[in-house]
């Protein structure tokens, strides 16, 4: 069965340190990617996106990027991070071929306060 | 800016009652989906409807769509306190290679017991 995974599950980091968060899936092959983040009590924000390795596209500008150097592999980095990146981030999976017509997969997310 | 928005923000229940949440969109759709998130946790996915259907069920879920006025509504009959949750209405966006799922702001549900 497909698993997705996204660690760590809490993360306080100081303004200016870097960010590294990571979420792989498990158990099948060429899924389509994403990155949100969603605000205290808001709905979720599409950050990224991606169809393949190396394919990333951006939702909004902002302080943050996204890499996919594996087909299962999705990480959201920054250089420094500011105090409005804090939030809830949330990566999630949609398998190919069937974005038309299938739900997306969420990981439990990681909730980064920024201080 | 999301491409639905749902109504009311928040919504507040006696356990047994039904709860009715609305969603509207802007754009034309593949399909609509509803999600549930409990406080601090992943999206679970609820339901998906079809742009070419109206109504459909799932257990005490009962979901319409409108595709004439661009709107949706989830409906929780007889809730309890277990259903105290965020309920976000999501849809299918196209770009060049694929789609993204845009979603509202979400109604936030407490069924109180």
């Known amino acids: 069965s497909q698993t997705i995974h996204q660690w760590p599950a809490t993360l306080v980091q100081p303004v200016g340190s870097p960010l590294s968060l990571e979420c792989t899936v498990e158990?099948?092959?060429?899924?389509?990617l994403y990155w949100y983040r969603q605000a205290a009590g808001r709905g979720l924000q599409l950050l990224f996106y991606?169809?393949?390795?190396?394919?990333i596209s951006s939702e909004v500008p902002q302080n943050l990027s996204a890499s996919r150097p594996q087909d299962r592999q999705f990480i959201l980095s920054s250089k420094k991070l500011l105090l409005s990146d804090s939030g809830f981030y949330l990566c999630?999976?949609?398998?190919?071929?069937?974005?038309?017509?299938?739900?997306?997969?969420f990981g439990q997310g990681t909730r980064l306060t920024v201080v | 800016s999301q491409q639905g928005e749902e109504d009311p923000q928040a919504l507040s229940i006696q356990e047994g009652e039904n709860a009715t949440m609305n969603c509207s969109y802007k754009?034309?759709?593949?399909?609509l989906q509803w999600y549930r998130q409990n406080s601090g946790r992943g999206l679970v996915h609820l339901i998906l409807?079809?742009?070419?259907?109206r109504e459909k069920h799932s257990g005490r879920l009962r979901v319409t769509l409108d595709t004439s006025k661009k709107s949706s509504s989830l409906l929780i009959t007889a809730s309890r306190a277990a259903d105290t949750a965020s309920y976000f209405c999501?849809?299918?966006?196209?770009?060049?290679?694929?789609?993204?799922?845009?979603f509202g702001a979400g109604t936030r549900l407490f069924v109180k017991a």
């Open positions: 999630a999976w949609i398998p190919l071929g069937r974005v038309k017509n299938t739900e997306a997969f």
């Open positions: 158990g099948t092959s060429n899924p389509n």
């Open positions: 991606s169809v393949g390795i190396g394919q």
């Open positions: 754009t034309s759709i593949n399909n």
């Open positions: 409807i079809r742009s070419n259907e």
């Open positions: 999501a849809t299918a966006a196209s770009f060049t290679g694929g789609f993204k799922t845009i």
